[in-house]
T-cell receptor, first 112, second 114 residues
């Protein structure tokens, strides 16, 4: 039962442009959402999160948008940089619940 | 280094072998996790330990046996694995009750079953 879905396995954008990564979820009990970034040979590292009481959270070049009615969230990176090239995982959980569910990841390639 | 250390980084084992993966954290976290990452699949939660007690086992086959002797160490004992068990095994830790944002992952063990 895949409760968190990232339907795009890969995305390629030009340096300086916007990268938009999408994520859908099915469990209406999820109220805490995160994006993790993973480089090869490393574990995922936390990037940005959002709770269900908000619809937007911004941290520098990274912004996460949450549409609760559509059970959809997205990560915007602007401007994209070659160092942003990595696999991005969407994750969701009920807050204060240790059971975090991940999507399959989207490989972002930012071309110079 | 993230503060969560996994050893070994790479492991090749035969289907009849017995091996163990080790995870260690000194971040003061009270929850530890094993995740499995297979190619093109979501990270799969395998086991959760809170204060050394196993609180979740996501229908993981018995050929995977976790052990948590204290809140800083977590093991995954492997025996009679199948080739489809080849994957990246990730350990993570978090403060208990802090929500998922508090997860810190290790670099993983790349397991190949031959």
């Amino acid at each position: 039962d895949q409760q968190v879905k990232q339907n795009s396995p890969s995305l390629s954008v030009q340096e300086g442009r916007i990268s938009i990564l999408n994520c859908d979820y099915t469990n209406s009990m999820f109220d805490y959402f995160l994006w993790y970034k993973k480089y090869p040979a490393e574990g995922p590292t936390f990037l940005i999160s959002i709770s269900s009481i908000k619809d937007k959270n911004e941290d520098g070049r990274f912004t996460v948008f949450l549409n609760k009615s559509a059970k959809h969230l997205s990560l915007h990176i602007v401007p994209s940089q070659p160092g942003d090239s990595a696999v991005y995982f969407c994750a969701a959980s009920e807050y204060n619940n240790n059971d975090m569910r991940f999507g399959a990841g989207t490989r972002l390639t930012v071309k110079p | 280094e993230t503060g969560v250390t996994q050893t070994p980084r790479h492991l090749v084992m035969g289907m009849t072998n017995k091996k163990s993966l080790k995870c260690e954290q000194h971040l003061g976290h009270n929850a530890m996790y094993w995740y499995k990452q297979s190619a093109k699949k979501p990270l799969e939660l395998m086991f959760v330990y809170n204060f050394k007690e196993q609180t979740e086992n996501n229908s993981v086959p018995s050929r995977f046996s976790p052990e948590c002797p204290n809140s800083s160490h977590l093991f995954l004992h492997l025996h009679t694995l199948q080739p489809e068990d080849s994957a990246l095994y990730l350990c993570a830790s978090s403060p208990l009750g802090q929500g998922a944002g508090g997860y810190t992952f290790g670099s993983g063990t790349r397991l190949t079953v031959v």
